[in-house]
Nanobody
Framework: QVQLVESGGRLVQVGGSLNVSCAASGSILNIHVMGWYRQAPGQQRELVATMTTRGITTYADAVRDRFTISRDGAKNTVHLEMSSLKPEDTAVYFC??????????????????????WGQGTLVTVSS
């Protein structure tokens, strides 16, 4: 079963920088899209940034000029570099992946299924 594990969330001061990372593991055939969403207390989960296999990125307007997403396809990891952090960036950051998971492999044949999976989240707190 494919799993996502995030790391790097912590308390940081306003204006500071922080990197969070996510690693995917399991029977992965391909990760089509990988990225980050966040959920602040009392708010709905929202897009932060995603990146496709071809390197096409999508950013939320609120973070576009401050956050940078990157992926390592060989390691099945995604990273989010956050700078100029604001109190409103405080949230649980969830890793997301649109992935093809291998369900069986038998000589010449291979079966897979497409899944959208989420990590458990990592807390980023921006304190003034």
């Amino acid at each position: 079963q494919v799993q996502l594990v995030e790391s790097g969330g912590r308390l940081v001061q306003v204006g500071g920088s922080l990197n969070v990372s996510c690693a995917a593991s399991g029977s992965i055939l391909n990760i089509h899209v990988m990225g980050w969403y966040r959920q602040a207390p009392g708010q709905q989960r929202e897009l932060v940034a995603t990146m496709t296999t071809r390197g096409i990125t999508t950013y939320a307007d609120a973070v576009r000029d401050r956050f940078t997403i990157s992926r390592d396809g060989a390691k099945n990891t995604v990273h989010l570099e956050m700078s100029s952090l604001k109190p409103e960036d405080t949230a649980v950051y969830f890793c997301y992946a649109d992935v093809s998971e291998i369900t069986s492999s038998d000589g010449d044949s291979l079966a897979y299924r497409d899944l959208e999976i989420w990590g458990q989240g990592t807390l980023v707190t921006v304190s003034s």
